[in-house]
């Protein structure tokens, strides 16, 4: 069966700090990979999407950037964290052809 | 980016009452799928609605797609504390996929 993984569960940083968000997926190949963010109390904002391995399209300018080096591995990283970055992320995934998406468990940033 | 937006932002009931949420498009969908967030957890799929004007139920939650796919709707009969969350409906565009703003559900027991 397919398992997506999503870690750290819980991460502060401090401004100005490199921020690194790794997912990485099980049991599947070649899926649409997703990048997600939520801030307190509101909807979920699709800030990057992967359709294969190097393929990285952002949706939203902003201070972060992702990154897909192997198959099922999709990076979200910041050079330098500002307090705007504090939210929740997740990541997703859906196989081909696709269908439902299927989400981490969600990393708690928090940028002090 | 597409918008897909939903009404109410949040939602109060008393446990018994019923609920509806809207989903709106500003262009046609190919398909419309609805997720459920419980409290400090992560999106889960509950149904995708692929067909103009179609109705799906699970137990006590109706699901609808609008005639013109541009439009959806969530509603749960006689809500029980166990329905607390957000409710977000979800749609693609190419290999794009986007939430809805969400609304957010009480039951006040």
């Known amino acids: 069966s397919q398992t997506i993984h999503q870690w750290p569960a819980t991460l502060v940083q401090p401004v100005g700090s490199p921020l690194s968000l790794e997912c990485t997926v099980e049991?599947?190949?070649?899926?649409?990979l997703y990048w997600y963010r939520q801030a307190a109390g509101r909807g979920l904002q699709l800030l990057f999407y992967?359709?294969?391995?190097?393929?990285i399209s952002s949706e939203v300018p902003q201070n972060l950037s992702a990154s897909r080096p192997q198959d099922r591995q999709f990076i979200l990283s910041s050079k330098k964290l500002l307090l705007s970055d504090s939210g929740f992320y997740l990541c997703a995934w859906r196989p081909r052809p696709v269908t439902e998406a299927f989400f981490g468990q969600g990393t708690r940033l928090t940028v002090v | 980016g597409q918008q897909v937006m939903q009404i109410p932002q949040y939602q109060h009931v008393q446990e018994g009452e019923d609920f509806t949420t809207y989903c709106n498009s500003s262009t046609t969908l190919s398909n419309i799928q609805w997720y459920k967030q419980r409290p400090g957890g992560h999106p889960v799929f509950l149904i995708q609605l692929v067909k103009s004007g179609e109705v799906k139920k699970q137990k006590r939650l109706t699901f609808q797609f609008g005639e013109a796919k541009k439009n959806s709707s969530l509603h749960i009969t006689a809500t029980q504390t166990t329905d607390v969350g957000t409710y977000f409906c979800?749609?693609?565009?190419?290999?794009?996929?986007?939430f809805g703003t969400g609304t957010s559900l009480t039951v006040i027991p």
């Open positions: 049991g599947t190949s070649n899926p649409n």
């Open positions: 992967s359709v294969g391995i190097g393929q």
């Open positions: 979800a749609a693609n565009t190419g290999n794009q996929f986007y």
